[in-house]
Nanobody, 123 residues
């Protein structure tokens, strides 16, 4: 498993932007697909975006398409989530995760998890 540490969360007004980062400990980071999930209080953990090992393929939940962008820098062992046009309903704890395949969309498809970072969007 790979150790993951998220950063970049915070409080922002609706319409604002944040960029989340997730730093990995492993030099084999470039062999993993990566995903960003989020979990609001009382709700399940849902996939937000995912990216394959070399960054050529990305996919997004319908609720964030056109507003969020996932990217990765394998030289820095880091994956990013740029979030623009934030809405109050984006408020959640955001987690990054590493797994063997970009086609996984459920938490069980990912093997390693960060501790999460809180994103709060005020109206």
């Amino acid at each position: 498993q790979v150790q993951l540490v998220e950063s970049g969360g915070g409080l922002v007004q609706a319409g604002g932007s944040l960029r989340l980062s997730c730093a990995a400990s492993e030099r084999t980071f470039s062999s993993y697909a990566m995903g960003w999930f989020r979990q609001a209080p009382g709700k399940e953990r849902d996939i937000v975006a995912r990216i394959n090992d070399n960054g050529a393929y990305t996919a997004y939940a319908d609720s964030v398409k056109g507003r969020f962008t996932i990217s990765r820098d394998n030289a820095k062992n880091t994956v990013y989530l740029q979030m623009n046009g934030l809405k109050p309903e984006d408020t959640a704890v955001y987690y990054c995760a590493a797994g063997p395949s970009v086609h996984g969309t459920q938490p069980a498809h990912f093997d390693s998890w960060g501790q999460g970072t809180q994103v709060t969007v005020s109206s």
